[in-house]
């Protein structure tokens, strides 16, 4: 019997709610590109899963202590991680 796939095409609804979305990130986040040798990423991966966070916020963590630590803390964050 063959698998039946899923239906993976984007509606109407999808893409106004994808362009509202990208439309409030857009406005309240900045993007980072950090780059990493080729098998680093998965080792990332794998503590932040460890510790329970999502990679971005594991990412965003380590940045905040370590600039605490440094005293580069510049008063209080100013978004949620």
Same mark, same amino acid.
């Given at each position: 019997? $063959? =698998?039946?796939?899923?239906?993976?095409r984007?509606?109407? #609804? #999808?893409?106004?709610?994808? *362009?509202?979305?990208?439309?409030?990130?857009?406005?309240?986040? &900045? !993007?980072?590109?950090?780059?990493?040798?080729? %098998? =680093?990423? +998965? *080792?990332? &991966? !794998?503590?932040?899963?460890?510790? %329970? #966070?999502?990679?971005? @916020?594991?990412?965003?963590?380590? +940045?905040?202590? !370590?600039? $605490? !630590? &440094? %005293? #580069?803390a @510049?008063? &209080?964050?100013? %978004? $949620?991680?």
């Amino acid at each position: 019997m $063959e =698998e039946k796939k899923p239906d993976t095409r984007n509606t109407g #609804q #999808q893409k106004a709610a994808t *362009k509202a979305k990208n439309t409030f990130n857009g406005k309240n986040y &900045e !993007r980072l590109y950090p780059f990493v040798k080729m %098998g =680093e990423k +998965v *080792k990332i &991966e !794998r503590a932040a899963s460890a510790a %329970g #966070q999502s990679m971005n @916020d594991y990412i965003v963590t380590a +940045v905040y202590q !370590r600039m $605490e !630590r &440094e %005293g #580069q803390a @510049d008063g &209080e964050k100013t %978004g $949620e991680v």
